[in-house]
């Protein structure tokens, strides 16, 4: 089985939804793990956008890259510049580093619509992202 690692700054919202797709969509092919170079706690914000689209992931937590020491990763997956520039080295021989800079939907300001339109276009944006990433690696 694969270990797969998705890597954002905080692992709240970017890493989280493509943590969840990348769950969804591996069929028992891979260990599917996040975490952020920090810890900013889960955004509501993209809990509620993955659910309209039937993926739960109220239950993730927000882990930094720490705890995860020790795994032998497959793949690494950066999912914003920032972590990509500032990821602590992760010594790992064999994993193939990917990188995808996602738009950050915690970042917009203005209305309940334009929130949710923002966090509509990065949920989508990134569950295209892992659709192509699954069937080119695991088909």
Known sequence: MKNILVL?????????M????LKAM??????????GIETHGLNPGAVAIMK????????????????YDGISWDYIITVCDHAR??????????????HHNFFDPSK????????????????????????GFIEKEFN
């Open 8 to 16: 954002c700054t905080g692992n709240s919202c970017r890493s989280q």
């Open 18 to 21: 493509a943590h969840g797709y």
């Open 26 to 35: 591996q069929n028992g092919k891979a260990k599917i793990y996040s975490a």
């Open 52 to 67: 309209e689209d039937g993926i739960d992931i109220s239950k993730h937590t927000s882990n930094n890259v720490d705890e």
């Open 85 to 98: 520039e500032n990821c602590p080295y992760i010594p790992s021989k064999m994993a193939k580093r990917i």
């Open 108 to 131: 917009v300001q203005g209305t309940e619509e334009e929130k949710h339109a923002a966090f509509l276009k990065a949920r989508n944006e990134i569950r295209n992202f892992c659709k």
